[in-house]
């Protein structure tokens, strides 16, 4: 994000470039949950798991609406304090927790929105977020778990 932020609109550059879309093998790397591949890339290995920095890209590459909850598959959350950050290309995002209204705000430069000091309940927590846009809305949901 912050190398996103630092090379968006600078005029001294003519073009940036991904290091990897995907992740791939590398028989020396054994670093993180998979030997010998290296999981830099934006999308796993297999294509089926697209990373949060995919949707990063997305919102600031692709003109479709979108809105997408960054760090969804870290279900287990251990504080009930925590910061809500979603990607999107819409103007406005609501963030609701537990079907009550959060937060509002509008991405910023790079489109992002960074909900701070959401509290989570004990047990299961339905995260949602819901764009607006010049097409209506789009809509985004997961759940944790706060234990």
Not at 54 to 77: D, G
Not at 105 to 121: A, E, G, Q, R, V
Request: hydrophobic residues 35%; proline residues 3%; contains cysteine.
């Amino acid at each position: 994000e912050e190398d996103w932020r630092i090379m968006y609109n600078n005029e001294h550059l003519w073009g940036t470039f991904l290091w990897s879309m995907f992740d791939f093998a590398s028989c020396m790397r054994n670093e993180g949950s998979v030997p010998s591949v290296n999981t830099k890339g934006i999308v796993s290995q297999d294509r089926k798991l697209k990373k949060d920095p995919y949707y990063m890209y997305k919102a600031n590459w692709n003109p479709e609406p979108m809105v997408y909850i960054t760090s969804r598959r870290l279900v287990e959350r251990k504080q009930a304090l925590t910061d809500i950050k979603v990607y999107s290309n819409c103007s406005e995002v609501i963030l609701k927790v537990n079907g009550k209204k959060a937060g509002i705000m509008k991405p910023d430069s790079i489109k992002i929105c960074l909900f701070k000091n959401i509290l989570l309940s004990k047990g299961v927590n339905k995260i949602e977020v819901i764009a607006k846009c010049h097409k209506g809305k789009v809509t985004d949901q997961c759940e944790w778990i706060l234990k």
